[in-house]
């Protein structure tokens, strides 16, 4: 075997053992047959190792297997709830956007946002506005233009990247715009899901841009009275998108385990398994926010945020079992029709 | 086909088997030939591109041979393959149509 066959097969391991079985031989075949002259020096092109690492993923997450499609199915799903959510956020983000341009009337504090007709205007509005490209992904995605999804969701993400925001809470993003890029490819099952799907970002940013100027002004005040911190500062662990990420995901995996419980009917490995891969950004995103300041309010908020965190690795853990257990077996890996080590030259 | 219609990488690999059946190399040979040199299938690509036809019958497995101590495996075209290779054929060709009629049109106008 020669260095740049080694290397080549090496590569080859990105795909999966059973489909290696069937065309490793002939891949390894059609690779050396285009190659160059063997030295030493001599390894795959980057361009060939990422046609091998696509494959690899179409493969992995494609319905070649019901293995393989339940995992593409989870994918998918993970890029769906985590775009679902961001696009519930960008809902909110855009309201208090609306209030700080005194385009609503709503009790917000002095925001810097730059001189009219500034660039410093231009950037603040610019970044304010880059909340829409999340509801566009999330509507694209729902009525099956994934192309359009990943576009915008990928300019999303820069746009978040630039602009400074917390680190920790763009976890969530990446998950979301890596699974869409690697779930919607072209060999995934087209699916335009109902028209009012697409409203529920919507509906679910106002409740919690209600719930959250509810408890923002309900914080406000009690922060202003002798009884600080009082009884409910723990309610500001729950606050920001990493927070209400968590209750919302806490809420979801428990419905689900209820389910999973209920009888076979509602067994399904994807659910549990994208709820798992949520919980892993949102606990990074969460223990993040873990102060070390001493007095009482950073006590009780930092206790909250290891209960979350235990909570989201407690309940990800069961899911992956679960998941796990239900997905479909491995497809059982086939031999070669020929085999070419007896023919092959030493 | 899918609903999703024929990408060209797949349009080029059924044209390279139409004529005889080939080998990974061959076909990557002859795609880069036919599209004289504009598109060079990577082997990752090519057999992604190559499960997808099977998937759908386009191409079957037709022999396999030891080259040299290799393993060569020879696709060929299926009937419905030729089809489907036809009709895009038939709507490239369409297409092509459409726009020298409009470019013929468009330089008997005079327009710059």
Known sequence: MTTLEDRYRRVLRLLPAAYRAEREEEMVSA????????????????????GVAALAVRIRLGGATPRSAAWGRTVRLTALIGLAFQATMSCVY?????????????????????????ADRLWHVTRDLSSLLWIAAYVALVRGRPRVAKATAALGLTVYVLSGTEAAE???????????????????PAHRH??????????AGAAVFLVMMMSTWAMTASSRSPEWPGTWVWVWSWLPP????????LVACAVCLAAHLTGPRWRSPSVPLALAILTVPVTLARLSYLNPGSDQATDTMNAVTVAQAVALVLTGTILTVIGT????????????AIDVDDQRPA | MNSRGMTEQAFLVLTALADESRHGYGIVQEVERLSEGRVHLK???????????????????????AHQGRLRRYYRLTDQGASALEAEAARLTETARYATERLRARHAGGTA
Request: net charge negative.
């Open chain 1, 31 to 50: 690779f050396l047959d285009g190659a160059g002259p063997d030295d030493e020096n001599a390894r795959p092109r980057w361009p060939e190792i990422a």
């Open chain 1, 94 to 118: 855009l309201a208090q956007t609306l209030g700080v341009y005194g385009l609503l009337p709503l009790p917000f504090d002095e925001t810097p946002i730059g001189d009219p007709a500034s």
């Open chain 1, 170 to 188: 763009s976890f969530v993003l990446v998950v979301a715009t890596l699974a869409l890029l690697a779930g919607y490819h072209r060999d995934a």
């Open chain 1, 194 to 203: 109902p028209g009012r799907l697409a409203a529920l970002p919507l509906v």
């Open chain 1, 242 to 249: 990493s927070g209400l990420f968590c209750l919302a995901l």
């Open chain 1, 325 to 336: 257990r239900t997905l479909p077996a491995r497809r059982t890996q086939r031999k070669p």
């Open chain 2, 43 to 65: 082997i990752g690509t090519l057999y992604g591109v190559l499960d997808r036809l099977a998937a759908e019958e386009l191409l079957s497995l037709d022999r396999e041979e």
